[in-house]
């Protein structure tokens, strides 16, 4: 029987960090993650457990110094990152310059144009050397980037908006069926898990209970992912993220005009086609359109249109799990494809 991979996680103590850590404890291959902390972090706690208590009846979950010798000396060959932005770009080029592979859950190495990577205000020790990696850096969408995502070492998993808009919008890009200077709105919707889990005064439960409010317009991190991996020009997107009442899961209502009248059948048939052997999109048949609870708990992205008489007049409904599709699960499915395994092992 083939030797289990063995693999860390930094970042547990996080919601996207937590759902990892129980996709990769069940992965039929691999052995049980090394759970690591930061100088600092997961609030000094020793075990996950004292974090989400639910884990208590499941056996131990030490959380361990970060120390590069020590994961050497345990054998671990892939390092998760579901840290802190800075942190993570701190960090990637130590793990790199140890021979670890990388699949970090942060925005630190998804943006290749500096213009859209300077909304993170990084401080890179080494400007060169952060250079060389970001140019190495393969955005981890396994639908549009599979066959790079097997070879690299270094794999920036995609944000949870950004996948939502990318699965939706790529087919129609790469068909150039799309009227681009007619301008592209994408109104997105997430639940309050994607703020991540230190609260703030926009998501205590009195500001998100019994409300529904928009934020970060223009100038939202994920805005940079959108343009530069579908190829479009800044001010051809329009993305205005909202936030829900609910814990988890993002529908982002996207709106088109196409360059020519279309049927529906024909809309349909560029999306089937394009991710057509893709088991993790799924294409929802007019006049069914996908919903929330659809994709929840789930690593799927469910894709369905409607089309207005005109024909040209497109409206775009994706739906995802942000914590899953959108952040942990893509970067099981990642993992998968680095190691040549099938994307289904170990997520539902």
Known sequence: ??????????????????????????????EKPVLLRREGGSNGAADLAEVFPELSGNGGYPLRPLSWPELKRQGVELLFLATPHDASRSLVPEAVAQGLRVIDLSGAWRLKQERHRAIYSFQDADEVKAAKLTERAIYGLPELNGDCIAAAQLVANPGCYATSVILALA??????????????????????????KTPNSRTHFVSVADNFSAYSIFNHRHLGEMVEQLGLQDAELTF????????????STIYVRLKQPMAPAEVESCLRDFYSGRHWVRIFAPPTLPQLQFSLHTNYCDLGFCLAEDGQRLVLISCVDNLLKGAAGQAVQNMNLMYGWEEREGLQ
């Open 1 to 30: 029987m083939p030797a289990k991979l063995k693999s860390a996680v930094l970042g547990a103590s996080g919601y996207s960090g937590l759902e990892l850590t129980r996709i990769l404890e069940r992965h039929p291959r691999l």
């Open 171 to 196: 087919p129609l890009v790469d068909a150039d069926l799309i009227d681009r200077g007619h301008g592209i709105i994408s109104d997105s919707k997430s639940g309050v898990s994607g703020a991540g």
């Open 240 to 251: 205005t993220p909202h936030l829900l009442p609910i814990p988890r899961g993002i529908l």
